[in-house]
């Protein structure tokens, strides 16, 4: 594309988050690299030493936080042309045990802050008649499972946003789209997992990333709303 375009992720970790900033950044776009600790995505961009991409701080479940935010993005960078939500967090564990401050905290995070960025991204999109908004879900955004609740909760949320940010805004041009991850991401932590059960067992990060990508270069004619992805050796 002749116009460099504005990446911006939300929820930058090691894993899937550092990997989308990665991809759009190797498209050639200006990247807002963004989590609550500004100074871990830095250390991680310098480490990776991903070119083209920014730290931020933003506090997803936060409104004036979120809002900040694409204020200060736009006037770096430019308006958004592509947003990801990929922030979440939970402490598994049983319904009797779960404290409402600790459920609260993951639905905040998990659904609150998708709602925020959703609607910061849609309120710089909509105007231009262009964009892709992207959210990021799991196994839990179709079930709940034992111990899972508060997971489960705010991933069936998101997923709820998704379809119904989809139905607002297809027609001014915005292109939303929910992406289930159903399986585990392959990092440090389970390398020994993955070494059990074989090559290519878990998902890679990078290849997550780069369908997040083809979901942004979709033409609108054949828009996807929701894609599920999983490794050739998960059961459906």
């Given amino acids: 594309m002749s116009e460099q375009e504005t990446a911006v992720v939300v929820g ?19 990247v807002a690299a963004a989590a609550r600790d500004q100074g871990r995505v830095a250390g991680l961009l310098q480490r990776k030493d991903v070119q083209g991409a920014r730290p931020y701080g933003c506090d997803a479940a936060e409104s004036a936080s979120v809002d900040a935010l694409f204020t200060q993005v736009t006037t770096d960078l430019g308006a958004p042309d592509v947003v ?14 779960t404290t409402p401050r600790e459920f609260e905290e993951s639905w905040r995070i998990g659904c609150l802050g998708g709602f925020l960025v959703g609607r910061a991204a849609a309120r710089a999109m909509v105007g231009r008649g262009r964009g892709t908004l992207l959210f990021t879900g799991a196994t839990a955004s179709l079930r709940g499972g034992a111990g899972f609740a508060s997971l489960a909760v705010p991933k069936f949320g998101l997923r709820a946003l998704a ?25 440090e932590r389970y390398r020994q997992q993955a070494l059990e059960r074989g090559p290519d067992s878990l998902l890679s990060p990078d290849a997550i990333a780069e369908s997040y990508y083809q979901l942004h270069r979709q033409h609108r004619s054949a828009w ?13």
């Fill in 12 to 30: 930058v970790g090691s894993g899937l988050g550092l990997a989308l900033v990665r991809r759009f950044a190797e498209a050639g776009m200006r």
């Fill in 163 to 187: 379809q119904s940010l989809a139905r607002e805004l297809a027609a001014k041009g915005v292109h939303v789209a929910h992406v289930i991850i159903d399986g585990q991401i392959e990092s």
């Fill in 224 to 236: 996807t709303q929701e894609l599920d992805l999983r490794p050739w050796v998960e059961k459906f």
């Fill in 84 to 97: 990801v939500y990929n922030a979440g967090t939970f402490r598994p564990g049983a319904v009797l045990d």
